[in-house]
């Protein structure tokens, strides 16, 4: 969430929850009062803290670029 706004980030945690059921809803909103927010990893939704998630999002962030440096250098011999 680092740089985001936090309407960007409401809008995003909106859309993710949006198809869930109205328990789990409410399960998310409850904990994000709590600082927590939800991850959705094989289909089951877990709280964990936000600055859990944010770590998440930035070693997601730095494999793409490392993956995207490799693909963008020619291999040598």
């Known amino acids: 969430m680092a740089g985001e706004s936090?309407?960007?980030y409401m809008a995003k945690v909106i859309k993710e929850i949006a198809n869930m059921s109205m328990s789990g809803q409410e399960f998310v909103?409850?904990?994000?009062?709590k600082k927590l927010?939800?991850?959705s990893i094989d289909g089951s939704t877990y709280m964990i803290p936000k600055e859990?998630?944010?770590l998440i999002e930035m070693l997601v962030a730095d494999?793409?670029?490392t993956v995207q440096s490799k693909k963008d250098k020619?291999?040598?011999?």
Do not use: G, K
């Open 6 to 8: 936090v309407s960007s």
């Open 29 to 33: 909103l409850e904990n994000m009062a």
């Open 37 to 39: 927010v939800p991850i």
């Open 52 to 54: 859990v998630s944010e």
């Open 63 to 65: 494999t793409s670029e």
């Open 74 to 77: 020619p291999h040598s011999i």
